[in-house]
Nanobody, 124 residues
């Protein structure tokens, strides 16, 4: 059974940093496309970025440019989302998702397995 688990969320002051982790059982993450998304209540899920076996991340949200970085550690079977310079508008539930086809896309419907999400709150 596939399980996808995000961790690392929390409350942080504006300008602070968090690193989210995405771990999966039943999958070797290095073989697939792993996407990061976020969602605010009442709004559509927003694609942040994705990393596949090329190890070069794609970013889909201009608002996170130069602040967020996606990386992975194949030995730990974990994908990370490093978030720096956090702003109140980054407050959301953050999700990682696995696409069982090794091609990144911003379309959430293309991803097959989702974690439960982790809350990130940026507030002073």
């Amino acid at each position: 059974q596939v399980q996808v688990v995000e961790s690392g969320g929390g409350v942080v002051q504006p300008g602070g940093s968090l690193r989210l982790s995405c771990a999966a059982s039943g999958f070797t993450l290095g073989y697939y496309a792993i996407g990061w998304f976020r969602q605010v209540p009442g709004k559509e899920r927003e694609a942040i970025g994705c990393i596949s076996d090329t190890d070069t991340p794609n970013y889909y949200t201009t608002s996170v440019k130069d602040r967020f970085t996606i990386s992975k550690d194949n030995a730990k079977n974990t994908v990370f989302l490093q978030m720096n310079g956090l702003k109140p508008e980054d407050t959301a539930v953050y999700y990682c998702a696995i696409r069982t086809y090794d091609l990144c896309t911003a379309y959430a419907g293309a991803y097959d397995h989702w974690g439960q999400g982790t809350q990130v709150t940026v507030s002073s």
